[in-house]
Every structure is written in structure tokens, then in C-alpha cells.
């Protein structure tokens, strides 16, 4: 419901079972190698959108999104159309099976923009030819959104229990991620270590997104899951009578954890380079967006909960919507825009994932200077 409609997640693909897995980075789990990137049967379904622009005024422009809170700009540019009023056509936005996906589109040239995990797109412009990959043009969040919710048959510490309490407490048992390699298992593998544990004190397993996650939690096949973004975390909790055990971001977690940017909007280098004034266009429609929730508080909250939570949990989407506006907005100053600090040390931890070498990643190549903070 939260990764993907057609049943993937914007951070990885993979949803085979596990036992015991060892450690792997995003980068050999993406297979961010020549072919993938040029994969023609990706490329079938949606088209591509290279051709002149409607008139002198608008611009065509291809959206990749997915339902949920990290990609919720993308939607209230849609239902408001706001994208229009920033001289930009997007008729209806592409939802591919994955992140990796999305950036296999995205350097192929069917998608324009799209609002990506940090590392992934770390990955994905380390391993892409020049011109062809990915950009970053700023950050949608400049906090993490990852979470642990336990399952309801478990003893688990109390809310203002300790973080290594809390890790310690999953000793022993089964914790779900999305895919092995995408970002929930990562920041997992990294919250043991941080917590003093190693991989082999719990077992992980690929369970897939949201939807395939509640029913695991329920039959006792997990004892906790990794939610990925912030509503997706709480949803599952509340459906599952379980506990949010573990915020990346309260303030009892390591810094290492909590001070993360993991969303990023991205676009093509050569899009970037060339229609730069295009790029600053889905910008300031996301920025209308973003001031829009803040000004229609109510309307943006019963759009998130049809949207992103099915209906279903409208006090989950009113507590993000008050969760953004106090939190998450007074960040995104100036709006967006990617500070050389944030970058460096996001790269840094794509490098301890083993998400991308040493000197792959650098400021001024990543992020364009329209872009720079």
C-alpha cells in the first residue's frame, strides 16, 4: 500500500526468505550494472517523453511516485494541479515495481524526476554513464523515517526505555525487512551495530512492503518489521495491535541514525544541465505543495489517508500532516536546497554500506549549482 501499488517498494525489490543473511550492499543488491540501466522491456510500458514540448510555455514531464508520506508533494502537485501552474505537463504519474526501477526509467530517459532514498541514488549516479545519471536537486526530508514496530506478542520495553534497551530487546528474534539490501535492512544492520549487537543476534527476513508485512506480523511469522516511512511505521502498529518500539528520530537514538536526509529529489544530469530552468519549475511546485498542506491542514490530511493509508487511518494522517508542518517543513529552508555538509555525510554512510567507493561521490558532481544550499 505505502512502497508501491503494484506491490514493490521504492527501496528495493527483492522479496525472497532469508535466514541468516549476511551483510550485502545496496550496491550489489540493486545490480546497478550497464544492462540493467539499459533495460529496452522497462522502457515498453511507459514510453518516453523526449519529444518537443506541448507549446513554448509548458514543458512535458515525467513523475515517478509512490503512494505514501515520502512521495505525498507528488501528490498534491496531482489532485491540486499544481504542476500546471508551474508550466510543467504531467498528465498522471508512473509507479514502478521499485526504486531501482524508478532509476532504471529515470536514466533511460522515460522518467524526469523523481523523489528517491538517499543511497540508492548515491549508488545509481556512482554506476551511470555521464549526462545519464541521476542528480540530486535537494532534499524532501531532512530527518530519517525509519522505525521498528513489535509485534503484539512480545515484552517490549517501555516508550521511554533507553535506545540499546530497545535493540536489545530484539535479541533472538525474527525482524522483517522490505527486500535484503534495501534500506530498512541497512539502517536495521546498522542500529545493531550502533547498539553494541551483531547481524547474527537476530534473523531478518524479506517480507516485502506494508501489505505483505501486516499479515506476517499477525501469523507470528515476524516478531518486529523495519517500516520505511513515517505513516507506514504507525499504520502497521495500529493494525497489527503491535508497538512502535524503536523512532529512527527520537532523541534517544545515535545521531548517526537520526541525522540522516533520506529523501532526495533527483532528475537527470543532462536535464539538469541543459532545462535547468524545467528542474526549478518541479521545484517550485513542490514548494507550492509543501505551503499548501500548511495552509489546508484538513484537505491535506484526508488526501494522505486516501492516498497512502487506504482510507483507513485518517488520526495517522492528520498526526503526519502536524508531524511535517512543525517538524519536517522548518528544515526544508532554504526550500529544498542541498547543503554540502547533508550531502557529505549521507555520502559517508553510503560508503560504510558499501553502497559506493571512496571519491565516487563529491558535492559539486552530485548536486547542481542552482541546487547548492
Excluded at 91 to 118: E, N, R, W
Excluded at 206 to 212: E, I, L, N, R
Excluded at 272 to 285: F, G, S, Y
Excluded at 348 to 370: M, N
Amino acid at each position: 500500500m505505502f512502497e508501491s501499488q503494484n506491490g514493490g517498494s521504492p527501496r528495493g525489490d527483492l522479496q525472497a526468505w532469508d535466514n541468516g543473511i549476511a551483510r550485502r550492499s545496496l550496491l550489489r543488491y540493486a545490480g546497478l550494472g550497464a544492462a540493467a540501466l539499459g533495460s529496452a522491456s522497462l522502457l515498453a510500458a511507459c514510453g518516453s517523453n523526449q519529444g518537443p514540448a506541448a507549446s513554448a510555455a509548458t514543458h512535458k514531464f515525467t513523475v515517478a511516485a509512490f503512494p505514501g508520506d515520502a512521495y505525498f508533494l507528488d501528490t498534491m502537485n496531482m489532485e491540486n494541479k499544481i504542476y500546471a501552474q508551474h508550466r510543467l505537463e504531467v498528465p498522471k504519474h508512473i509507479t514502478p515495481q521499485s526504486g531501482v526501477q524508478a532509476f532504471q526509467l529515470l536514466v533511460a530517459g522515460a522518467v524526469d524526476g523523481y523523489a528517491a532514498d538517499t543511497g540508492l541514488l548515491m549508488a545509481t549516479h556512482a554506476n551511470s554513464s555521464k549526462g545519464k545519471r541521476p542528480v540530486l536537486v535537494g532534499f524532501r526530508n531532512l530527518e530519517t523515517t525509519y522505525g521498528i514496530v513489535g509485534g503484539p506478542d512480545s515484552q517490549w520495553p517501555a516508550a521511554d526505555a533507553g535506545f540499546e534497551e530497545k535493540m536489545h530487546a530484539l535479541k533472538g528474534k525474527k525482524i522483517g525487512v522490505t527486500a535484503v539490501g534495501a534500506g530498512g535492512d541497512l539502517q536495521l544492520r546498522l542500529a545493531l551495530e550502533l547498539a553494541g549487537m551483531k547481524d547474527s543476534d537476530v534473523t531478518v527476513l524479506a517480507v516485502g512492503p506494508t501489505a505483505q508485512a501486516i499479515p506476517n506480523v499477525k501469523a507470528k511469522r515476524i516478531d518486529a518489521y523495519v517500516g520505511v516511512q513515517w505513516t507506514a511505521t504507525r499504520f502497521i502498529a495500529k493494525e497489527t495491535g503491535g508497538t512502535i518500539l524503536l523512532d529512527f528520530a527520537e532523541a534517544s537514538a545515535p545521531e548517526l541514525l537520526r541525522n540522516q536526509a533520506v529523501v532526495a529529489i533527483a532528475v537527470r544530469e543532462e536535464m539538469a544541465l541543459q532545462q535547468p530552468e524545467v528542474v526549478q519549475n518541479w521545484l517550485a511546485a513542490q514548494e507550492a505543495a509543501s505551503k499548501r498542506i500548511g495552509d489546508n491542514k484538513e484537505a491535506a490530511a484526508r488526501l494522505l489517508n486516501d492516498n497512502g493509508l487506504g482510507g483507513k487511518a485518517p488520526d495517522i494522517a492528520t498526526e503526519y500532516v502536524e508531524h511535517y508542518i512543525a517538524d519536517v517543513q522548518p528544515k526544508l529552508s532554504p526550500m529544498f536546497k542541498a547543503r554540502k555538509d547533508t550531502v557529505e555525510r549521507m555520502s559517508e554512510l553510503a560508503l560504510r554500506f558499501g553502497s559506493v567507493k571512496k571519491g565516487d561521490i563529491t558535492y559539486e558532481q552530485l548536486v547542481p549549482e542552482f541546487a547548492r544550499a
